[in-house]
């Protein structure tokens, strides 16, 4: 997630979410999941450098194989794609690139004009967006690739051919794209954007735009993108490890989180070249028809403020568990309280067990009364507070005993991580 100018990668913990409006129905199906690859494969391409696609032997100077026609427009440290697939136009724009020029755009402050279907004469009905994002639109290289798009669009036999994407910065450039080329009723499917236009804007088509957020483990990293003078469009839709299902969070600006400065990786932003990033997430989607829209599914990754990640609404801890609890016992760091475990399982020092005084061997307790049996409650690691029911000879190889938690003798606990930061 990004905060205020989008800098900062940051992970996100949920807040309570507001009262929502029913949400439009999402018809993630294959023809929409197959132009989104596309679009990701695209925003990846964003960022090569356009000589690796230098080609004498086509008429727009570029060739590549995973496209009927590809030129690159290049301003640094900006970027554009004018490219042709399945019958569709697409254009994309780079996101931002480790340098002060990218940095300084993200950080524009101030609000500019963004024209309907004028981006020369920059006059007419208008919506205002956040400055810094518009400014490669002002290029003599963009007008030259709009140019190119709309020779492309000329060609179209359908009404429903352009498609802007983009990642990061570049999900903002689009947004603001798809306002200049309302016309044309573009489909905008953007990944790790982050709010661009105000609130209210008239020629943006909610119902045509695809806002990919992506998570990761390691407490719920989140990709999502906060900024509080800027509203978001269209399908939010989050990504995760489950395969099989994203989470249709809301739609338009009817879901908000709150960023959690303590959680904080930058992976989470990544657009290819990593098992969790938006390429490879979307490419699994693909082969896993029909996906299920209501989130990850039993044992996926969640939070314990991320509940509603999980289809079971249900997540004590880190991974989504049944809504009727946990069944499995001896789960280490797996309940907070007795509601958490199936039946009259109870939850022990944040892990179920089948009752006080029926902890078995190896599984975590508070005290010697929690273990079954003469069993003690034993300190494994004193540093990362883990106590183990274990027998009076121990040969667990996983560490030797520090202290005995007898009685009522509370833990040591707490001893936490470092806080880490990222810029994107």
Known sequence: MKLLSPLFTIALT?????????????????????????????????????????????????????????????????????????????????????????WSQNAGLGNIDVFRDNLINLQGESCEARGGFADFLQTTEAVEGLVDLE????????????????????????????????????????????????AGCPYIISEKYYRYVNSMKDIAEDDDILDLSSEHYGYYIMLGEDPTAVNYLGFDTDYTFVPNLEDNDPNAHSMSGTPF??????????????????????????????AELCESNTCPKFECIPETGLEELCIYNSCDEDDDCAGDAVC????????????????????????????????ISLLAAEFRCEGGNLTSASADPIMRNAGATLPLVSFFTGLFYAIF
Not at 76 to 82: F, H, K, L, N
Not at 277 to 283: G, K, N
Not at 356 to 364: K, Q, S, W
Request: hydrophobic share 40%; proline share 6%; glycine share 8%.
């Open 151 to 198: 020779a492309c669009l000329a060609n179209c036999t359908s009404t429903d051919c352009l498609v802007i994407t983009g990642h990061s910065q570049g999900g903002a450039a689009s947004a603001i794209a798809a306002v200049t080329l309302f016309r044309h009723s573009p489909t905008v499917i953007t990944f790790g954007q982050p709010p661009t236009m105000d």
């Open 348 to 379: 022990i020092y944040d892990s179920c067990a089948a009752g006080p005084g029926l902890v078995e061997p190896g599984c975590a307790c508070f005290k010697d009364d929690d273990c079954a049996g003469d069993v003690e409650c034993i300190t």
């Open 14 to 102: 949920a807040a309570s979410p507001p009262q929502q409006a029913e949400k439009p129905a999402l018809d993630l199906s294959e023809a929409v999941l197959t132009t989104s690859l596309i679009a990701a494969n695209l925003s990846s391409r964003a960022y090569d450098d356009a000589t690796l696609w230098a080609s004498n032997d086509t008429d727009t100077g570029f060739f590549h194989p995973d496209f009927d026609s590809i030129k690159f427009y290049t301003n640094e440290p900006d970027q554009a794609i004018v490219a042709q697939k399945n019958g569709l136009c697409f254009l994309a724009f780079r996101g931002t690139n480790a340098n002060i020029d990218d």
């Open 277 to 306: 990033a938006y390429e490879t997430r979307i490419a699994a989607l693909l082969e896993n028809l029909p996906v299920s829209l209501a989130g990850n599914g039993l044992g996926f990754i969640c939070e314990n403020d991320y």
